[in-house]
Structure formats: C-alpha cells, structure tokens
C-alpha cells in the first residue's frame, strides 16, 4: 500500500571535485537505487558543477563579490533537503577538501536532519573518510546513519553499465536507504512540531 506521506526530499552530495575523478560512476550508481523508491526525491548537488569559494569572510562581515551568487546554487538546496547522502573518496586519509568547504560554509542546514555516507577508494573502500565525517557532522548538530555502502577499490567494481553484480552491495543499499528513510521522517516531523534548538 503506497504510503501518504509526503515524499522525503534527499540531497546527493558529490565531494570531489578532482578532474578525472570517479564520483559520477558511484553518483550514477547511487541515482538508481534512488529511483527505484517511491518515498523519495532526489537532488544532486555536484559541487565540481557548482564550486564555492575557498576565502571566508571574517565573522559577522559581508561576504566577497560573487560570494552570494555561488552560494544561491547551493544553500538554497541543501536547506531544502530532508535528508542527505554524501558521496564521498578518501584522500590522504579524509575526505576531499571541496567536501569540507561545502560543510563549512553552511550551519542551521544540517540541523537535525540525518546523513548517509557511500565512499570508495582503494582497500579502504573510504571508509576512513567516513569517519572523520562523523565527528564534523556532529558537531553541526546532524545525525549520521550507522550503516554506510562503500565500494572497496572501486575502480574494479562497476561494470562499463556503471552497475555492480554483488546482491550483498543491493543489501547494503537497500539497509541504507531504509535507515535514513526512518530517520528522514522522525526528524521532519519533529522539526515541524518544534523548531530545533542548536
């Protein structure tokens, strides 16, 4: 029986921004599990399509020429969202310095709304990055979703499709997706019955 509450609105957010890099593959890959959900919409924000600026302005100032117009492609979205997943590599350890800066220059977006994470890489499969997205989340007052999809040298994994033949990836999508579903829906219905206090 189809469910009648309102679809739960969910922000893919694409971290790197490297040229040559893999994020669409998984991005793809991603968008269609999405699809296949009645209960949710999907936007992607590719943050090598809609770059912010590195320079922050000193608190409590204006920020530089330009500044507002790039982040009127972003913000305006992630405001909006319900719900996000961030799709994530591992550099060095972390996660890409693009993905950070987009965390950064927003705050009361995160707010009380849950995050999934899909990474790759090499044997780390991201998973490290991961991590460390944890503790920066938390302390925007986000909550982050136990279960994770990451792709372990993922370079080797996607048919030229841009699919994957692993029913256990299929299992740990759908444990996913269910997950930041429930969290989506409690979240949304409490911050409509009182506003979050950060």
Not at 12 to 20: A, D, F, I, K, Q
Not at 90 to 108: C, G, R, T, V
Not at 162 to 183: E, F, M
């Amino acid at each position: 029986m189809p469910s009648t509450r309102p679809q739960l609105r969910v922000a893919v957010l694409v971290g790197s921004t490297r040229e040559g890099r893999f994020a669409p593959v998984v991005t793809q890959w991603l968008r269609g599990r999405l699809s296949q959900r009645d209960d949710m919409a999907t936007d992607v924000v590719d943050l090598a399509e809609t770059p912010l600026p590195t320079v922050m302005p000193a608190f409590g100032q204006p920020p530089a020429p330009g500044t507002e117009e790039a982040l009127a492609l972003v913000s305006p979205r992630l405001a909006a969202a319900d719900a996000f997943v961030f799709v994530t590599p591992e550099y060095n350890h972390s996660f890409p310095a693009s993905l950070k800066n987009a965390i950064d220059w927003h705050n009361e977006q995160w707010h009380a709304k849950p995050i999934a994470f899909v990474s790759y890489g090499g044997l780390s499969g991201g998973l490290r990055a991961v991590e460390q997205l944890r503790v920066v989340m938390a302390e925007l007052n986000a909550t982050t979703i136990r279960n994770t999809v990451s792709f372990h040298n993922a370079y080797g994994r996607f048919g030229e499709d841009g699919g994957v033949d692993d029913p256990q990836v299929d299992t740990a999508a759908k444990a996913l997706l269910d997950q930041l579903a429930w969290w989506a829906h409690a979240l949304r219905d409490a911050r409509a019955s009182a506003p979050y206090a950060a």
